[in-house]
């Protein structure tokens, strides 16, 4: 199916409050439309970097580090010794760029679960036989698992989305809706750890460790936060969705839609083979999970870290090998009970597969890592950091309202830099420590971004999911344009945004962990 047709003028939007907000969105996909790929976007910044870090060099801006009591001075990336460092160092400033090698690491295994069909199957199981008034609830938590599968879930989930709800006889707009809003608005909140923990918290630590040279930020830093988000964001999509948008009389398709055929319904329901295989699989699962338990029980254990320690054993400093061989092990076992691997070398096919799937993501990578060399070479970074800490300090602001007017800066953002990654990668040099000079940890600095980044992603036509998912409505109701779907997200997003925000307060007033750390 092609999402790339010209779209229909997009629907007169029947409130003086939807109409400002379309007349924005608007703005914001034109000024978006004349932004470059993020990965030129990265190098004109590094350009930005070298201009500026010779004006501040000669006009000798300096700050004194509150920890060491050092003085912070402005390195001149234009110099000899910078551009012999941009020259000789970009290898290793790709190499060491904490996300690429941890990152690929776990795709390895998931590619190999992907391929094999688990995924598939686990999502169509979790909501092909749910009782009708759980319907949108169990769609939009199934969502929120699906994170695992990465930007394969949009794929997979909102089409099975369509097709449930129309079984179900209800609107299977509404279907596309529930799938696409929930894999989106609640991309960093799941209830199992995903590649997104692995990337952000590689960031995190490299951001982190220009103040602290030994915190790491593991890829567990936010799960607890994670599991409550999950739940939290499926729950008031529901209310939202089934009080509000299933009322709504603009729903119902062109044409009225009989219960799904054969074929449509071979594409949700799973097989007594996949069932067996499914529940096999499971056992395996918490078969993998008792025998890491179970090895690390003893306190002299070799997973254990230094002095018997947990947070610092390998298995938590190795969570990307762990991963990856988890998701590896429950493909294989589900790939050769199926039969879409009848060989072992059907598994390393999957992987190069799967790994070239992984190009767009590297030659970004290639990018940033440059322009985070170059950035922290300078001292910019940690100049920003303490002279922000001091203007904080100096302002006495809670740190709850620091973090909220974070989360509505990077929110802001999200709507025209629309990689989670990238935009993390921009913000975290400055933001993890500079608020972790006025004693907020980088964990809760990477929760608030996590709400912040996911939340939006559902109502910026500058996402390419939010005109696949577009495409997937125009098969029920071909008159669907951008302002269509628009006027469905945007409630549904500002009110997660809300609760979502409150959630993640009243977390950090209380002093809940918001994970391993």
């Known amino acids: 199916m092609s999402t790339t047709s010209v779209q229909p003028p997009p629907a007169e939007p029947q409130s003086r409050v939807l109409r400002t907000a379309f007349r924005g969105f608007a703005a914001i996909e034109r000024v978006g439309n004349r932004l470059p790929h993020p990965f030129w976007l990265f190098w004109m910044l590094a350009g930005v ?234 056992l395996v699962a918490i078969g993998f999970l008792a025998f890491l338990v179970a090895a690390m029980t003893p306190a002299s254990s070799p997973l254990r870290g230094e002095g018997g320690g947990i947070v610092n054993s390998p298995v938590i400093g190795g969570m990307a090998l762990v991963l990856g061989l988890f998701f590896a092990v429950l493909g294989t076992v589900y790939g050769r009970m199926t039969g879409s691997f009848s060989a072992a070398r059907d598994i390393i096919a999957a992987m190069v597969d799967g790994t070239r799937s992984m190009a767009p993501i590297l030659v970004l990578f290639f990018a940033i890592s440059q322009f985070l060399a170059y950035f922290k070479w300078t001292n910019i970074g940690d100049i920003l950091a303490v002279k922000g800490a001091e203007t904080l300090r100096a302002l006495d602001m809670q740190g709850w309202t620091v973090l909220v007017g974070i989360a509505v800066l990077i929110t802001i953002m999200n709507l025209v830099i629309t990689s989670g990654s990238a935009l993390w990668a921009l913000a975290a040099p400055v933001l993890v420590p500079m608020l972790m000079l006025i004693g907020i940890e980088p964990e809760t600095t990477q929760a608030v971004y996590r709400v912040a980044d996911s939340v939006t992603n559902c109502v910026t036509p500058m996402s390419p999911y939010f005109v696949m998912a577009l495409g997937f409505i125009q098969q029920y109701r071909k008159s669907a344009g951008i302002g269509t779907l628009a006027s469905f997200t945007i409630p549904i997003a500002a009110v997660v945004w809300v609760a979502w925000m409150a959630f993640f307060v009243a977390w950090y007033l209380l002093g809940i962990p918001f994970g391993v750390s």
Request: aromatic residues 6%.
């Open 49 to 282: 970097v070298a201009v500026l870090s010779a004006v501040l060099a000669a006009a000798d801006v300096s700050a004194v580090h509150p920890g060491t009591n050092e003085t912070i001075t402005v390195e001149n990336l234009l110099s000899q010794g910078g551009l012999t460092m941009a020259i000789e160092g970009a290898v290793d400033n790709f190499a060491a760029f904490p996300p690429l090698a941890t990152i690929l690491t776990v795709m390895f295994g998931i590619v190999v679960a992907e391929k094999s069909g688990l995924f598939s199957a686990l999502l169509r199981r979790m909501v092909a036989r749910v009782p009708g008034k759980y319907l949108t609830f169990a769609l939009s938590l199934t969502a929120m698992v699906s994170h695992v599968a990465g930007d394969a879930a949009y794929f997979t989930l909102v089409p099975i989305g369509a097709l449930i709800f129309r079984a179900a006889g209800r609107s299977p707009v509404l279907g596309c809706i529930v799938a696409y809003v929930s894999i989106s608005a609640g991309y960093n909140a799941s209830p199992s750890l995903t590649t997104t923990d692995v990337l952000l918290s590689g960031i995190s630590t490299a951001a982190a460790q220009t103040i602290d040279a030994d915190y790491v930020v593991t890829p567990v830093g936010n799960y607890f936060f994670g599991i409550g988000s999950s739940v939290l964001v499926a729950l008031v999509i529901t209310l939202v969705v089934d009080k509000v948008i299933a009322r709504r009389s603009d729903l119902e398709p062109d044409e009225p839609t009989a219960a799904p055929n054969a074929t449509e319904l071979e594409a949700i329901e799973v097989t007594a083979e996949q069932s067996r295989a499914l529940r096999v699989t499971g």
